[in-house]
């Protein structure tokens, strides 16, 4: 199988997995020392356990 159609299944395999996924997001509060802070998470609800993650850090 030549590397563009290895790709091509891949893909669809992938995006066909995916289709039931939905991504959740929400606000969250959290704090540092007395400093209390808003954020926003983001997930897919179809993957269980533990999953890769972003932390962006505002402006100060």
């Not at 066909?16 to 540092?32: C, H, M, P, R, S």
Request: aromatic share 14%; charged share 20%.
């Amino acid at each position: 199988m030549g590397a563009r159609k290895l790709f091509t299944v891949t893909l669809l395999i992938f995006v066909f997995q995916t289709a039931n996924a939905e991504i959740v997001g929400k606000e969250v509060d959290y704090a540092l020392g007395d400093a209390h802070f808003k954020g926003y998470i983001a997930y897919d609800d179809a993957i269980k356990g533990t999953s890769p993650g972003e932390i962006v850090v505002h402006e100060w």
